[in-house]
């Protein structure tokens, strides 16, 4: 079976075809400016040249037509029929308390999704307006939802509750819900799979760096415990996210600053983590540079990011009393050995062992030193493949 993966933003769409029979990615594309002047659509059939399509789009459903326009033309699609397609998979941001994993979409799904917009009121909206314009234009094909939270549901209450007024969790579902599930839950498969053994019997921590970035304690396959809160602001440094903060600092900046509470959300969301500290840039491709040619905030930058990642190391190899395998993916945890080497320095004592030579890859593999009693294993992240797995499950029932 082909299916087709979906994940839309609010003016922005990716989309992978992936052929699951031996699960191989066949295209892959992207529409940006969707209902903005200029929108444009690249589409790349894996093993060919990449294919622009430059024409005015209004809205996701002009998009998604676009798409299947592209994925079935005759130079540069990979279909020549729609009812290739067998199913649709939608990554979409918040499922709330409702759902514990991937579901095939109904109206009383969608219904639920749209309850979980106050949630994510930037990113949900969008996923609704893409599955809606699927639902439009491949009537009679099974969609799924796949939840970045749906994995971390599995959290014990003593991992979610936060300690200040119950009411609020009961009147507003404040809580900490967790993100990245779909990739938390594919490295630690992988890496199951890579130390042979059932991930019923591991303990993992996965550590999800890219720009935006969280930690889990994956336990027995389930999540018990996440960086990420209520919202994706909380946890680790990120690009531009501070992670957790004194919470009495905002009022605090409020004040002195003379701004709002929103004003402060935006400092926190798109002025702080790596890109505040440093003064330099979200990437950390930039830091690093900066910090070898001597800047000390930069340097400083590098060095507290490292300190957080290190400190839910700790807090989750307490949690779970142990831990077989680290995992280190996405864009910094995939490319940036100096950060994984920064994370696993003077962590003998807790028998994590990094091998400085192994840890120069970029490639899945084992980084670890052989006489490290912990695993620690590169693995790039696939949230689509997880997605098209889920999606062909449920789908072929
Ligand atoms: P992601 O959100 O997973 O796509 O990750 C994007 C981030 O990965 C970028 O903002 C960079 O900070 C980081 N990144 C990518 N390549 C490298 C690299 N070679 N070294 C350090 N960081 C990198």
């Given at each position: 079976?082909?299916?087709?993966?979906v994940?839309?933003?609010?003016?922005?769409?990716?989309?992978?075809?992936l052929?699951m029979?031996?699960?191989s990615?066949?295209?892959?594309?992207?529409?940006?400016r969707i209902?903005?002047?200029?929108?444009?659509?690249?589409?790349?059939?894996?093993?060919?040249?990449?294919f622009?399509?430059?024409?005015?789009?209004?809205?996701?459903?002009?998009?998604?037509?676009?798409?299947?326009?592209?994925?079935?033309?005759?130079?540069?699609?990979v279909?020549?029929?729609?009812s290739?397609?067998?199913?649709?998979g939608?990554?979409?941001?918040?499922?709330?308390e409702?759902?514990?994993?991937?579901?095939?979409i109904?109206?009383?799904?969608?219904a639920?999704?749209?309850?979980c917009?106050?949630?994510?009121?930037?990113?949900?909206?969008?996923?609704?307006?893409?599955?809606?314009?699927?639902?439009?234009l491949?009537?009679?094909?099974?969609?799924?939802?796949?939840?970045?939270?749906a994995?971390?549901?599995?959290?014990p209450a003593?991992?979610?509750?936060?300690?200040?007024?119950?009411?609020?969790?009961?009147?507003?579902?404040?809580?900490?819900?967790?993100?990245?599930g779909?990739?938390?839950?594919?490295?630690?498969?992988?890496?199951?799979?890579?130390?042979?053994?059932?991930?019923?019997?591991?303990?993992?921590?996965?550590?999800?760096?890219?720009?935006g970035?969280?930690?889990?304690?994956?336990?027995?396959?389930?999540?018990?415990?996440?960086?990420?809160?209520?919202?994706?602001?909380a946890?680790?440094?990120?690009?531009?996210?501070?992670?957790?903060?004194?919470?009495?600092?905002?009022?605090?900046?409020c004040?002195?600053?003379?701004?709002?509470?929103d004003?402060?959300?935006?400092?926190?969301?798109?002025?702080?983590?790596?890109?505040?500290?440093?003064?330099?840039?979200?990437?950390?491709?930039?830091?690093k540079?900066?910090?070898?040619?001597?800047?000390?905030?930069?340097?400083?930058?590098?060095?507290?990011?490292?300190?957080?990642?290190?400190?839910?190391?700790?807090a989750?190899?307490?949690?779970?009393n142990?831990?077989?395998?680290?995992?280190?993916?996405?864009?910094?945890?995939?490319?940036?050995?100096?950060?994984?080497a920064?994370?696993?320095?003077?962590m003998?004592?807790?028998?994590?062992?990094?091998?400085p030579e192994?840890?120069?890859?970029?490639?899945?593999?084992?980084?670890?030193?052989?006489?490290?009693?912990?695993?620690?294993?590169?693995?790039?992240?696939?949230?689509?493949?997880?997605?098209?797995?889920?999606?062909?499950?449920?789908?072929?029932?």
């Open positions: 079976m082909k299916i087709l993966v994940n839309c933003g609010s003016s922005s769409l990716k989309y992978q075809v052929d029979t031996d699960e990615l066949i295209c892959k594309g992207l529409v940006e209902g903005i002047e200029g929108s444009i659509l690249t589409h790349s059939k894996i093993g060919a040249d990449k622009v399509l430059e024409v005015p789009m209004k809205d996701h459903k002009d998009a998604i037509s676009h798409v299947i326009e592209a994925i079935q033309d005759k130079e540069h699609g279909i020549t029929d729609m290739e397609i067998g199913a649709v939608h990554r979409v941001a918040h499922g709330g409702k759902f514990a994993e991937s579901v095939l109904t109206d009383e799904v969608l639920a999704i749209e309850d917009v106050e949630l994510a009121p930037l990113h949900n909206p969008a996923n609704i307006l893409g599955i809606k314009a699927c639902m439009d491949m009537p009679g094909t099974p969609e799924v939802a796949a939840f970045d939270t994995f971390h549901q599995s959290m003593e991992s979610y509750i936060y300690s200040i007024p119950y009411k609020y969790y009961e009147q507003y579902g404040l809580r900490r819900y967790g993100f990245h779909t990739s938390h839950k594919y490295v630690a498969e992988v890496a199951a799979d890579m130390l042979d053994k059932s991930i019923e019997d591991l303990k993992i921590i996965t550590c999800h760096l890219g720009n970035a969280s930690i889990a304690a994956v336990k027995g396959g389930r999540s018990i415990d996440t960086s990420m809160g209520f919202t994706p602001l946890g680790l440094a990120m690009g531009t996210r501070s992670g957790d903060i004194d919470p009495a600092i905002i009022s605090y900046i004040k002195k600053e003379g701004i709002t509470v004003e402060m959300n935006s400092v926190l969301n798109k002025e702080s983590g790596v890109y505040g500290m440093s003064g330099i840039s979200s990437d950390m491709r930039d830091i540079s900066a910090a070898a040619e001597g800047n000390e905030r930069a340097q400083l930058t590098l060095d507290v990011y490292a300190h957080k990642i290190k400190a839910f190391i700790g989750y190899i307490a949690e779970m142990g831990v077989d395998a680290i995992v280190f993916t996405a864009g910094i945890g995939e490319n940036d050995p100096l950060t994984r920064n994370v696993c320095r003077d003998d004592a807790l028998g994590i062992i990094l091998d192994k840890n120069e890859t970029r490639e899945q593999s084992v980084i670890s030193a052989d006489d490290s009693k912990v695993k620690v294993l590169l693995i790039p992240t696939n949230e689509e493949l997880m997605i098209a797995r889920d999606t062909l499950a449920i789908a072929s029932k």
